[in-house]
């Protein structure tokens, strides 16, 4: 992964971790668009999180932090899927990200709908924000989040061919690796806090 100058104050760092935290599961299901092997995905998630904490801190509230991760995977997934072989705490090269079918068709379903329905559908099933939480994140009205929920909900079930999308639901934020994220939200979390400790004076900040 390349290093980044970049100045960061160890107050941030609590931040960054909230949005990792909140995001994993949303930069999982991203990543699962580019590969379904574990320590590939794992340096896009990586790499992923670090650049959305870097974007959010320049950008604030101009733009969603959903659209954020959406630009950034866009950008280091196909460049880290045909370069990089990515690189597991666990030393173990060939598991795969999601390993029942049921999840990754979940997964493939929500990655085939708009970014702001599947935005809301896994920060609320998946992160467990309530829609005024989530109002809050997204500073949106929360009936307007309500209404992307429930539209979201009715295209998965199209897309799934089932009526019971809260139940696949379910299945799918139980089937997650939740390693992998925390590995993911370790990783990063390392080299931020690597940063923060590299911290000059903001007037001797270089690009």
């Given at each position: 992964?390349?290093?980044?100058?970049?100045?960061?104050?160890?107050?941030?760092?609590?931040?960054?971790?909230?949005?990792?935290?909140?995001?994993?599961?949303?930069?999982?299901?991203?990543?699962?668009?580019?590969?379904?092997?574990?320590?590939?995905?794992?340096?896009?998630?990586?790499?992923t999180v670090i650049s959305?904490?870097?974007?959010?801190?320049?950008?604030?509230?101009?733009?969603?932090?959903?659209?954020?991760?959406?630009?950034?995977?866009?950008?280091?997934?196909?460049?880290?899927?045909?370069?990089?072989q990515g690189r597991a705490?666990?030393?173990?090269?060939?598991?795969?990200?999601?390993?029942?079918?049921?999840?990754?068709?979940?997964?493939?379903?929500?990655?085939?709908?708009?970014?702001?329905?599947?935005?809301?559908?896994?920060?609320?099933?998946?992160?467990?924000?309530?829609?005024?939480?989530?109002?809050?994140?997204?500073?949106?009205?929360?009936?307007?989040?309500?209404?992307?929920?429930?539209?979201?909900?009715?295209?998965?079930?199209?897309?799934?061919?089932?009526?019971?999308?809260?139940?696949?639901?379910?299945?799918?934020?139980?089937?997650?690796?939740?390693?992998?994220?925390?590995?993911?939200?370790?990783?990063?979390?390392?080299?931020?806090?690597?940063?923060?400790?590299?911290?000059?004076?903001?007037?001797?900040?270089?690009?």
């Amino acid at each position: 992964m390349r290093r980044v100058q970049q100045c960061l104050e160890w107050a941030e760092l609590p931040v960054f971790e909230r949005i990792m935290e909140l995001y994993a599961p949303y930069v999982l299901v991203r990543c699962a668009r580019y590969t379904n092997r574990r320590r590939q995905a794992q340096q896009i998630g990586a790499y992923t999180v670090i650049s959305t904490c870097f974007l959010a801190r320049e950008l604030g509230p101009a733009l969603s932090l959903g659209r954020i991760v959406d630009i950034v995977v866009g950008v280091a997934g196909p460049d880290v899927v045909s370069k990089g072989q990515g690189r597991a705490r666990s030393g173990q090269s060939e598991e795969l990200l999601i390993v029942d079918p049921r999840v990754r068709k979940t997964a493939q379903a929500l990655n085939s709908l708009k970014g702001p329905l599947r935005e809301v559908l896994v920060l609320h099933h998946a992160s467990g924000l309530a829609a005024d939480d989530l109002a809050r994140l997204l500073q949106e009205p929360a009936g307007e989040v309500v209404t992307k929920i429930r539209r979201g909900e009715r295209l998965l079930a199209g897309r799934l061919g089932s009526a019971d999308v809260q139940s696949l639901l379910t299945q799918f934020v139980a089937g997650l690796d939740t390693g992998w994220m925390e590995d993911v939200v370790y990783a990063a979390m390392d080299y931020l806090t690597a940063c923060a400790g590299r911290t000059r004076p903001r007037h001797q900040c270089r690009d």
